[in-house]
């Protein structure tokens, strides 16, 4: 049977559909490709390791910034986790639908919208000035501390939401408290759903410039940060220096094996938290 | 048994006092925000503030504090972003949700989400050494930095958003939606078109409004390829200068407490306010999806 | 039992450590230390200077393994500001520090003493093809006001100029407005982040024109980097080229580079060491290698002139 004239548009704009869905990966498949190919000339032993040479950047190695980066890391982890965990737990487990829930899950939508300049303002003006903290390492895991939560809390809240009802009625059903269910069914079930989620948002977090710009990142320090009260270098803005202020002719090269360097961190904790969900999701059987 | 009691009612009282945070936080950003910012307002105008149109801080004549420029250049970059983002966003979220396979929408999806996770810097990087050149000289101008680069990058970061959103909102419209469509004899895409389209509407309106507060608080992407010129921008070809950028560029200037470290915070606040009403209006947007539709 | 004891002993952890930390850890917090005790200087301010201090610093590090210095960038208004602040020890400037700058500091507890630490020629760059290759003090003003906007104006090609500057956080910015332009600079100029974005931009743009420090456009072996054409500026006289290494004094853009120290430099303190190491022979040669110029005689004796005042 020929084809109707509706069968005919419906092929056309299906075949378009699939190209920008298909362009849309390749944009994806391009940077990585790009950063790949160009940077990874530079990678090398010595890059990862040493400390970094401003004289002939070729002689030295982005580990401090790497160092920072992973610091900075655990500062928000620290600083966001336990916080979100602890709001999705009220927030799925005991919260009613009143006014008060209400508003705090407004918060967290609204969090999760505000630009990371507005956090870096935010820091600068409470963190770095009120408290009094300086720029410093503590600064920025608390700036963008507050930066992750909302992702975090939503992480967590998928997680717990997962548990089935069944577990929770048995364990009440056999007469334990809703904290000791809380603490013995749902937060091991969930717990590695909520872990995964959460250390993906502070991947992202490892990622951001604009902040820590404002609230403890240099550019060089001869000293590896010993306190949390101390600078640190940080890769994404090592990588925005080099490619915008630097002088070297190697530059260019450097700042993306730096970006090389960031994105197999930050994409290599995605795939792992991936990787760690699914499987745990296969043993559970439910 | 009174112990229990008191133990279980004091772990509810800790939890609740902890998720006060994400309340006191958003507060905590408004309030510093705003009592800083609002003190510039004691040495410029409302209307020097938002009508002027040169932002010049360290000028050799007077300062001038206008954000008009700075607003027009946020405008344009995701005004141009979304116009790229949705029509590719809303194409890709239909063919994953209606038309690809279960196992292609397995695999394509969780790709598409890791563009967003590709961080803001890199994606600057790419645009400053690959991209901005390449418009330059497609369009034969003396540079690549402008607000089409600018659009196109800022667009590749919002298009996740928008398509994860609305792929999300198309497939939890009930299947009853499908089957009734086609056993009235029409085609999948007249299915599409005429009736699952407009039953995610506001869902797919919430996703663009969301992908829209991403990009007006889109920073260090734009920062490197804008091209950053105080003038007021009159093409997509010619540089602009954002609020994001301006804040991210003079941050690291200004005397804590000086009239200049103010002003930023008023725009800081501008921006505040501007991302706040975008969510508002897309939480309000997704509330009335979810009610229209749940079964 | 588990899990709870485990998230009790986590918040604990955390409460004690914080404690300890806001407790003990405040001493460390610079802006409350003078002159960098225990070896500790910060350093920010100008990105012209950010790769030569940083040079110095790591040089300086190699001898004294002790020594914990940190450079960062952002601007010379960025290091000044940071210096009233009371955030760092040491500001870089390629400008000199304002009065009402001065006023603030004091107010705020510290008083800048400054030193001249190397000298640059600022040059003004051109795409390698323009044909544009002199240049008066009074035509730079014009282009970089706005009121000159065609290359043919300055005996060039019928083309637009692009005007490429720093942001106005840079002491170059500052620098070049006050010695060249002396007004407001066109509100088109493209704001760049730093002397290197300036000189990728101008050598990809074949009507732009942008203005760096000299250690930008050499590399070590002193040769100029290609892709740019320097202009040779005149003030009235000869034409000179800041490369001209001849003809230093006489060029019109010659500036000195600053560093401003927050409080007085106490010998003995790692801050004192590190600016006498600026200052020696190695220091310069340091400079020179960086592409800059090593200071002047008439330098020196300001620099004697604030050491005799300690």
């Known amino acids: 049977m020929a084809e109707t004239k509706e069968e005919k548009k419906q092929r056309i704009y299906f075949l378009i559909f699939k190209f920008s869905t298909l362009f849309s990966v390749l944009i994806l498949a391009f940077v990585l490709l790009y950063v790949f190919l160009n940077g990874f000339g530079v990678i090398s032993f010595k890059f990862l390791t040493s400390m970094w040479s401003h004289q002939n950047i070729t002689e030295g190695g982005i580990f401090p910034a790497i160092l920072g980066t992973l610091l900075l890391g655990i500062g928000v982890s620290i600083v966001s986790i336990p916080v979100g965990i602890a709001t999705a737990i009220y927030l799925n487990e005991y919260s009613k639908n009143n006014f008060f829930t209400r508003m705090i899950k407004l918060s967290i939508r609204n969090l999760a919208g505000v630009p990371s300049i507005v956090y870096g303002l935010f820091g600068l003006a409470f963190f770095v000035s009120f408290l009094k903290f300086g720029t410093s390492l503590l600064a920025a895991s608390l700036t963008l501390g507050c930066m992750t939560l909302p992702w975090v809390i939503t992480a967590s809240e998928e997680s717990l939401k997962a548990v089935p009802n069944s577990f929770k009625e048995a364990s009440l059903a056999l007469g334990a408290t809703k904290w000791q269910t809380i603490e013995k069914v749902v937060i091991p079930n969930s717990l590695s759903g909520m872990l995964t989620g959460s250390i993906l948002g502070v991947s992202r977090a490892m990622g951001e410039t604009a902040p820590i710009i404002m609230v403890g990142a240099t550019f060089f320090i001869s000293y590896m940060p010993t306190s949390i009260f101390d600078k640190f270098m940080a890769l994404p803005y090592h990588l925005f220096i080099l490619a915008t202020q630097h002088s070297s002719p190697f530059a260019r090269e450097y700042a993306l094996g730096t970006a090389l360097v960031l994105i197999v961190l930050i994409f290599g904790l995605n795939f792992g938290m991936f990787i760690i969900r699914y499987r745990i999701r296969k043993k559970k059987d439910w | ?295 | ?310």
């Open chain 3, 1 to 310: 039992m588990k899990i709870k004891t485990f998230v009790f002993l986590l918040v604990a952890l955390l409460v004690v450590t914080s404690f300890v930390i806001v407790s003990f850890g405040k001493k460390n917090v610079t802006g409350y230390v003078i002159g960098g005790s225990e070896g500790r200087i910060e350093i920010k301010g100008s990105d012209t200077l950010l790769q030569l201090v940083s040079n110095l610093a790591e040089a300086y590090s190699n001898n004294n393994p002790s020594a914990k210095i940190s450079v960062t960038g952002g601007g010379s208004g960025t290091g000044i500001a940071a210096l009233i602040n009371g955030e760092v020890d040491v500001a870089d400037a390629s400008r000199k520090i304002k009065d009402e700058e001065i006023k603030q500091a004091q107010e705020r507890g510290s008083n800048p003493w400054e030193f001249i630490i190397a000298r640059d020629m600022l040059s003004v760059i051109v795409h390698g093809d323009n044909g544009v290759d002199e240049l008066t003090i009074e035509q730079l003003s014009r282009i970089y006001k706005g009121e000159i906007t065609n290359w043919k104006d300055v005996g060039g090609d019928d083309k637009e100029i692009t005007l490429y500057g720093r942001q106005s956080t840079s002491g170059t910015y500052v620098f070049f407005m006050e010695h060249v332009v002396k007004d407001d600079y066109s509100s088109k100029m493209r704001n760049m982040e730093g002397n290197q974005a300036i000189l990728d931009a101008v050598k990809q743009d074949k009507t732009g024109i942008g203005y760096v420090g000299i250690g930008y456009l050499v590399d070590e072996n002193g040769n100029k980097v290609s892709g740019i054409n320097v202009v040779k500026v005149s003030d009235g006289g000869n034409y000179i080229s800041p490369l001209d290494k001849g003809k230093i004094s006489e060029y019109p853009l010659s500036r000195p580079l600053f560093q401003y120290l927050t409080k007085r430099p106490n010998k003995g303190f790692a801050i004192y060491d590190f600016l006498i190491f600026e200052l020696s022979s190695e220091g310069q040669n340091i400079v020179e290698k960086a592409g800059f110029v090593e200071i002047t005689s008439v330098d020196r004796e300001h620099n004697e002139e604030m050491f005799r005042k300690l």
């Open chain 2, 1 to 295: 048994m009174i112990k229990e009691n008191f133990k279980e009612k004091s772990i509810e009282l800790s939890l609740r006092a902890i998720s006060l945070s994400a309340l006191l936080i958003l507060i905590g950003i408004f309030f510093f925000l705003f009592v800083t910012g609002i003190k510039a307002f004691s040495e410029i105008s409302f209307s020097d503030f938002f009508l002027g149109t040169d932002w010049n801080p360290i000028s050799y004549n007077e300062p001038k504090w206008g954000i008009l420029s700075l607003m027009v250049g946020t405008l344009m970059v995701t005004f141009g972003a979304l116009m790229i983002a949705i029509p590719l966003g809303i194409m890709a979220a239909v063919y994953l949700s209606e038309i690809a396979s279960p196992r292609i929408r397995e695999l394509v999806k969780p790709t598409i989400e890791m563009i967003a996770g590709i961080p803001s810097v890199v994606l600057g990087l790419i645009g400053l050494l690959f991209l901005s050149p390449l418009i330059a000289n497609i369009f034969g101008l003396s540079s690549g930095l402008n607000a089409l680069t600018s659009s196109l990058i800022v667009g590749i970061m919002v298009l996740p958003t928008i398509i994860s959103v609305s792929e999300d909102v198309l497939t939890s419209l009930p299947k009853e939606f499908r089957e009734a469509s086609l056993a009235l004899g029409a085609t999948k895409w007249q299915t599409i078109k005429m009736t699952l389209i407009p039953a995610a509407l506001s869902g797919i309106v919430a996703s663009v409004m969301l992908g829209l507060g991403r990009a007006v608080g889109e920073t260090m992407a734009v920062l490197m390829v804008a091209g950053n010129s105080r003038a007021f921008p009159v093409s997509f070809f010619e540089p602009v200068r954002p609020m994001t950028s301006n804040i991210a560029i003079e941050i690291k200037e200004v005397v804590q407490g000086s009239l200049h470290y103010q002003a930023l915070f008023a725009i800081g606040l501008v921006l505040f306010m501007m991302t706040f009403v975008v969510n508002f209006i897309s939480d309000i947007i997704i509330n009335k999806q979810t009610k229209k539709y749940r079964w």
